[in-house]
T-cell receptor
Framework: AQTVTQSQPEMSVQEAETVTLSCTYD???????LFWYKQPPSRQMILVIR??????QNATENRFSVNFQKAAKSFSLKISDSQLGDAAMYFC??????????FGKGTRLHILP | DTGVSQDPRHKITKRGQNVTFRCDPI?????LYWYRQTLGQGPEFLTY????????KSRLLSDRFSAERPKGSFSTLEIQRTEQGDSAMYLC????????????FGSGTQLSVL
């Protein structure tokens, strides 16, 4: 069975600094996709970034980028120039093909002014 | 607003009562998913539909839980004889059903069982 592990329950970063959130996953599939979702206090899950496993190039969305290490089954999220609005729960997630999405337990990110 | 909407946002009930939640997905979406999220945890998959067909149910879903999507549009999730352990946020999401696409989430229904 596929699993997603986030080993950092909470992290803090100073405003304008860079922070990296870790995620590892386990799968025997080759056709899969990885996601980082953000859940602010408003509760609505918002997609931050998406990575296709067959692409070697790391995905980037403005201040958000990933470090995708396929052999190590690692998928970390880097947030540059952290802003107060980045404070939220961040969930790493896995999807095989068009199957359901499986989520990790999340990392709560605090931004210190 | 054409996003995923869930109703109600909050529900407080007494143990043993039945509750029903509704989810209206984005209108063009074929797939509809239900997840449950407890405090400090990630969303856990419950079930999903392709149009009106229920394609998968989690083993976590006891017989007290039932979900329907009768016309392939909105969906309802019913919990019978609620227990305190059912207290959680129930999230609905929808998508087209394409490989690797993201899910669009609603804001959830927060259930508290007293």
């Amino acid at each position: 069975a596929q699993t997603v592990t986030q080993s950092q329950p909470e992290m803090s970063v100073q405003e304008a600094e860079t922070v990296t959130l870790s995620c590892t996953y386990d799968t025997s599939e080759s056709d899969y996709y990885l996601f980082w979702y953000k859940q602010p206090p408003s509760r609505q899950m918002i997609l931050v970034i998406r990575q296709e496993a067959y692409k070697q190039q790391n995905a980037t969305e403005n201040r958000f980028s990933v470090n995708f290490q396929k052999a190590a089954k690692s998928f970390s999220l880097k947030i540059s120039d952290s802003q107060l609005g980045d404070a939220a729960m961040y969930f790493c997630a896995y999807r095989h093909g068009d199957d359901k999405i499986i989520f990790g337990k999340g990392t709560r990110l605090h931004i210190l002014p | 607003d054409t996003g995923v909407s869930q109703d109600p946002r909050h529900k407080i009930t007494k143990r043993g009562q039945n509750v029903t939640f509704r989810c209206d997905p984005i209108s063009e979406h074929n797939r509809l998913y239900w997840y449950r999220q407890t405090l400090g945890q990630g969303p856990e998959f419950l079930t999903y539909f392709q149009n009106e067909a229920q394609l998968e149910k989690s083993r976590l879903l006891s017989d007290r839980f039932s979900a329907e999507r009768p016309k392939g549009s909105f969906s309802t999730l019913e919990i019978q004889r609620t227990e305190q352990g059912d207290s959680a946020m129930y999230l609905c999401a929808s998508s087209f059903g394409r490989r690797g696409e993201k899910l669009f989430f609603g804001s959830g229904t927060q259930l508290s069982v007293l």
